[in-house]
C-alpha cells in the first residue's frame, strides 16, 4: 500500500443493495453513498453486501422481501459483470480482484428475514450468503436488538438458528444484538463470529457499541470487529474521533481484528465526505498519524480478506 494513498479496500457492512431496490437504481451509478464506478477507484475493492430488514417487516413478508433484495443482487451482477462478482470463497474473492472487479460478498442484516424457519438458513446458504446479522434494533424472533431495551437473551429459535448458521458455513454478526444475546452466542458456540460495524463503548457509551470484553472476545476467536462511521455511535464523527476508537481498539491487541464496517447507506455522513471515496481521505490521514503501513492495511483490507480465506 502506498503512503498516503488508499489503494485496496474491504468492507465489512454496507445497506446500499436494499436502497437500490427501495429506490428501483442501479448499483453502477448513482447518488448514494456507494455505487460500483466510485469503488473502481481503489486497485483491489471487496465489499460485503447487507440485505437489510427494517424492524417492521416480519413473518413471510421478511422472507420475501430478502429474496427480492437478494435476486435485485444477482441481477446487478448479470448487467455489470466486468464490475462485479458475488464471491462465495477466499478464491473466488482472488479471482474477482484480479480481474478488476468488486468482489461482492452477501449478506442479511437481520435473522427477520427468516420468517421463524430453520429451513431459511440453508436456502440462504445456498444463496452464497456468508453473514447473518441476528436482530436489527428491535426484537424478533431470534432475539433482541440493542435498541429495545430488553434485557433478555436469544429466544429458544435464536438458540436454534445459532447452530444451524454453523452447520450450513454462515457466521453470526452480532452488531445489533443487545449484550445478553451476545453472550449467549459465545456460550452455545466455540466457534467464531463478528461484529461487522460496531466500535468502542469505552469511548462513548452508546448501547449499539462493544465493551472491551466483548471486543476481548471476539478477538480470542479470530473474528473480526467492523469500525463505522456512524457518529452518534462514534460520539463525534470526524476522522480525529473515528482514530481513537482505532486506537483503542489496537491496545487491546486488535490489530488483526479491527476492520471496517463503514455502514455507508445505512447511516448519514457529512456532505464533505460523499461516501466510499472518503476513505482515501480517511487512509491518508490515519498515514499523516505515523501508524505502520502494514497495519494500514490490515485495517483497511488484509485483515477482512484474510477472514474470509479462512471460512
Known amino acids: 500500500m502506498k503512503r498516503g494513498i488508499c489503494v485496496r479496500l474491504f468492507d465489512l457492512h454496507c445497506d446500499t443493495l436494499y436502497e437500490c431496490w427501495k429506490r428501483k437504481i442501479p448499483l453502477d451509478v448513482n447518488d448514494l453513498h456507494i455505487d460500483l ?15 437489510w430488514m427494517p424492524d417492521t417487516v416480519r413473518g413471510e413478508a421478511a422472507w420475501r422481501q430478502c429474496e427480492s433484495i437478494l435476486d435485485l443482487a444477482v441481477s446487478q451482477t448479470e448487467q455489470y459483470a466486468g464490475k462485479m462478482r458475488l464471491v462465495h470463497s477466499g478464491e473466488e474473492i482472488d479471482r474477482a480482484l484480479t480481474a478488476g472487479c468488486c468482489a461482492a460478498v452477501l449478506a442479511v442484516e437481520g435473522g427477520s428475514a427468516l420468517a421463524g424457519r430453520l429451513e431459511h438458513i440453508q436456502a440462504l446458504a445456498q444463496r452464497g450468503v456468508k453473514i447473518l446479522t441476528l436482530t436489527w ?49 459465545a456460550e452455545l458456540t466455540e466457534g467464531v463470529f463478528i461484529a461487522s460495524h460496531s466500535v468502542s463503548a469505552a469511548l462513548c457509551d452508546h448501547p449499539r457499541n462493544l465493551k472491551d470484553e466483548q471486543f476481548a472476545l471476539i478477538r480470542d476467536r479470530g473474528g473480526l470487529v467492523g469500525l463505522n462511521l456512524c457518529g452518534s455511535q462514534l460520539g463525534e464523527q470526524s476522522f480525529e474521533q473515528l482514530e481513537r476508537h482505532f486506537y483503542h481498539y489496537l491496545s487491546l491487541g486488535g490489530e488483526r481484528t479491527v476492520a471496517f464496517g463503514c455502514d455507508f447507506d445505512g447511516t448519514d455522513l457529512p456532505p464533505e465526505w460523499g461516501g466510499i471515496q472518503v476513505m482515501e481521505r480517511l487512509y491518508d490521514f490515519l498515514c499523516r498519524k505515523n501508524y505502520d503501513a502494514v497495519c494500514l492495511d490490515r485495517l483497511f483490507f488484509s485483515n477482512s480478506n484474510d477472514f474470509f480465506h479462512r471460512l
Open 37 to 51: 464506478e466510485r469503488g473502481r477507484r481503489y486497485d483491489a475493492w471487496a465489499q460485503v453486501f447487507a440485505v
Open 137 to 185: 434494533n428491535g426484537e424478533n424472533e431470534l432475539g433482541y436488538g440493542s435498541g429495545c431495551g430488553e434485557s433478555s437473551g436469544l429466544k429458544p429459535f435464536g438458540r436454534e438458528a445459532v447452530l444451524e448458521l454453523k452447520r450450513w458455513g454462515i457466521v453470526p454478526d452480532v452488531s445489533h444484538l443487545n449484550e445478553r444475546g451476545f453472550w449467549d452466542i
